[in-house]
């Protein structure tokens, strides 16, 4: 069983930058890939970034490509998303989820039926 606890949204005007984490109780943690995904109102949930179990592999969506970085710390059961030169478009839910992931394919990491366990999301909301 693995639990997971986003923090480190807020508010911040366009331009900046937050770090969100994802902690996560539960000794096997090391072995899950995770994703971070966001839902902002009225739109579907969407895959913004992934990291594989072994921290060696990231995947991005086009839409945050070398504005955000996704790491993981092992010892601390942490993974994070760094997200610089925030737009009004970025506001929405940030959820981060953990799976059994083992390919190194790109296109898995946003099926979202990949993921067993989910956390109960942080609000990021970016001023104009």
């Known amino acids: 069983q693995v639990q997971l606890v986003e923090s480190g949204g807020g508010l911040v005007q366009a331009g900046g930058s937050l770090r969100l984490s994802c902690a996560a109780s539960?000794?096997?943690?090391?072995?899950?890939?995770v994703g971070w995904f966001r839902q902002a109102p009225g739109k579907e949930r969407e895959f913004v970034a992934g990291?594989?179990?072994?921290?060696?592999?990231?995947y991005y969506a086009d839409s945050v490509k070398g504005r955000f970085t996704i790491s993981r710390d092992s010892a601390k059961n942490t993974v994070y998303l760094q997200m610089n030169s925030l737009k009004p478009e970025d506001a929405a839910v940030y959820y981060c989820?953990?799976?059994?992931?083992?390919?190194?394919?790109?296109?898995?990491?946003?099926?979202?039926?990949?993921?067993?366990?989910w956390g109960q999301g942080t609000q990021v909301t970016v001023s104009s």
């Open positions: 989820a953990a799976g059994r992931i083992t390919t190194g394919q790109a296109k898995v990491y946003p099926r979202e039926s990949e993921y067993d366990y």
């Open positions: 539960g000794r096997t943690f090391s072995s899950y890939a």
């Open positions: 990291i594989s179990w072994t921290g060696r592999s990231t």
